[in-house]
C-alpha cells in the first residue's frame, strides 16, 4: 500500500521558516518523481514544487522561488521542502504526492502552514 505521509506545519510569523517532510512508503521511492501542492483556504490547488526521481533536477512555482527549496533523501524515502522568509500568502495546506506520467497520483494526508502574527 502506497503511503505518504507529511509533517512540519505549524503556526509561523511572517519572515519565519519551517521543513516539511513526507515520509513515504509502499514503493520503490527513488523511481518515481515528486511534488509539493498546496491548497489555500478557499482556493484551489496550486503546484508549488517539483523533483525528479534521482534529485538532480528540480523546478518551483514562481511565488516561491528563492525561499523555498525542495530536496529528498532516497536512502529514507523521504520527501522535504524547506521554506524560509514564509508570507501569509503561503498560508496552506501542503501536500506531498507521487506523480506518474506527469500528474499526481497519490497523496498524502496534507499538512497545514499557517502564517501569521
Known amino acids: 500500500e502506497v503511503q505518504l505521509v507529511e509533517s512540519g506545519g505549524g503556526l509561523v510569523q511572517p519572515g519565519g521558516s519551517l521543513r516539511l517532510s513526507c515520509v513515504t512508503s509502499?514503493?520503490?521511492?527513488?523511481?518515481?518523481?515528486m511534488t509539493w501542492v498546496r491548497q489555500a483556504p478557499g482556493k484551489g490547488l496550486e503546484w508549488v514544487s517539483g523533483?525528479?526521481?534521482?534529485?538532480?533536477?528540480?523546478r518551483y512555482v514562481d511565488s516561491v522561488k528563492g525561499r523555498v527549496t525542495i530536496s529528498r533523501d532516497n536512502a529514507k524515502n523521504t520527501l522535504y521542502l524547506e521554506m524560509n522568509n514564509l508570507k501569509p500568502e503561503d498560508t496552506a495546506v501542503y501536500y506531498c504526492?507521487?506523480?506518474?506520467?506527469?500528474?499526481?497520483?497519490?497523496w498524502g494526508q496534507g499538512t497545514q502552514v499557517t502564517v501569521s502574527l
Open positions: 504526492t507521487r506523480v506518474f506520467l506527469g500528474s499526481p497520483e497519490y
Open positions: 509502499g514503493f520503490t521511492f527513488n523511481r518515481f518523481a
Open positions: 523533483i525528479h526521481s534521482d534529485g538532480d533536477s528540480s
